[in-house]
């Protein structure tokens, strides 16, 4: 684990925690689950950020957004970011019941993407809410974008930003996959080098830079932080310090 001081971020998989194959429907179970080892383990210092599942994504599709195409409708804007509030206020209510000091971030209010494309999720109001021993909860949304209207900012891309800008101690993505898989299906340990690993996740998912496991390989191993990816069985592991799934750590590049 890394010395820096700032908090874990810790993101939830929308196919962690909604059923996707089902509109707008919480998979309760699994909710309720990584809901009760966040309590279990106390983290001090914790940020959470959620995907959009069976929420955000239909609701998107529905209106031809994107991460790269925006729209001016403001029915849409509004209709998607109301989806993900419903999903939002579902992760808030089982973190409570599981005694985690939640409170809702609404990514919408605040951040934007400017006119090169990047994120920019301003960080004082998350900093105070975690000095007042606070769990943020943030999510993917509807992001106004420099001359695009708005678009849709990923949960990975807030994971990445807020780790760079809150310094994290720790990343981790907790995903339906135990981490990032070989061709034998094996979890790889370690990665420090895309290259290394871009044969294994060839096909267009290599060429996505902002989704799948690609995108999310190279967003992390541009971080000072070393992040891990694993499932929900080893959710615990990770806020214990622990090392679950794949480390990917770009630093030492
Ligand atoms: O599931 C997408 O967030 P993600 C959010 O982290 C929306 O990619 C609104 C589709």
Do not use: W
């Not at 609404?106 to 809410?129: H, L, N, W």
């Not at 061709?183 to 294994?200: K, L, M, S, Y």
């Amino acid at each position: 684990m890394s010395e820096r001081a700032g908090p874990v971020v810790l993101k939830l998989g929308g196919s962690v925690i909604t059923r996707k194959d089902q509109p707008e429907t919480v998979d309760e179970s699994k909710l309720d689950a990584v809901a009760a080892t966040i309590g279990e383990a106390a983290v001090d210092s914790l940020v959470i950020v959620h995907g959009g599942g069976s929420f955000g994504h239909p609701a998107a599709a529905q209106a031809g957004v994107s991460l790269a195409s925006g729209t001016h409708d403001t029915t849409a804007i509004s209709e998607i970011h109301a989806a993900m509030g419903r999903l939002n206020e579902a992760v808030l209510d089982a973190l409570h019941e599981a005694g985690v000091p939640a409170v809702p971030v609404r990514p919408f209010s605040a951040g934007y993407r400017d006119e090169s494309g990047a994120v920019v999720q301003p960080t004082g109001a998350i900093e105070t809410m975690l000095g007042e021993g606070f769990v943020p909860v943030l999510h993917g949304d509807v992001f106004t974008t420099v001359d695009a209207g708005a678009t849709i900012v990923s949960g990975d891309e807030l994971v990445v930003s807020l780790a760079a800008s809150l310094a994290a101690q720790s990343v981790g993505l907790c995903t339906t996959v135990p981490g990032v898989l070989d061709e034998d299906e094996d979890v790889i340990p370690e990665i420090e080098r895309f290259d290394a690993v871009e044969g294994v996740l060839s096909g267009s998912d290599a060429t996505d830079v902002t989704g799948g496991m690609a995108g999310k390989v190279r967003a992390l191993l541009d971080l000072d932080t070393p992040a891990q990816i694993f499932d929900p069985d080893g959710l615990a592991a990770f806020l214990g310090s622990g090392a679950p799934g794949t480390r990917i750590d770009g630093s030492s590049q």
